[in-house]
């Protein structure tokens, strides 16, 4: 496991290209198996990278609610939705940003 002198451990750190594409299929995971990629993604990596549990965290709090909202409440707009801001956000996630969802930014910061 990294320490924080590596960056992987230390918040805002830059990620490197591996953390960079866990979080990416953390995000487009709302296409295939949604909730259960960015869980087991947090639960793997939680330890070893604070940006993998940060987007995989956010992740699964956005398709839940995507779930949630677009399954009952919208009839299919709230999934679109959840689509386009989860490809949003992989790209961000992508480009190593330390971004999360509106409203629920501050979930999965543990700093």
């Excluded at 987007?55 to 398709?63: E, F, P, R, Y």
Aim: aromatic share 14%; hydrophobic share 50%.
């Amino acid at each position: 496991m990294p320490d924080d002198s590596s960056g992987a451990l230390v918040w805002g750190a830059e990620p490197n290209s591996e953390e960079k594409m866990f979080a990416l299929v953390a995000h487009l995971a709302i296409f295939f198996f949604p909730v259960l990629v960015p869980l087991a993604l947090y639960l793997i990596k939680k330890g070893e990278s604070k940006y993998v549990a940060y987007h995989a965290m956010q992740a699964i709090v956005w398709q839940l609610v995507a779930w949630i909202i677009g399954g009952t409440l919208c009839l299919g707009i709230g999934t679109v939705v959840g689509w386009v801001f989860g490809v949003l956000w992989a790209i961000k996630a992508h480009n190593g940003e330390w971004k999360g969802y509106p409203l629920i930014e501050g979930l999965g910061r543990d700093d």
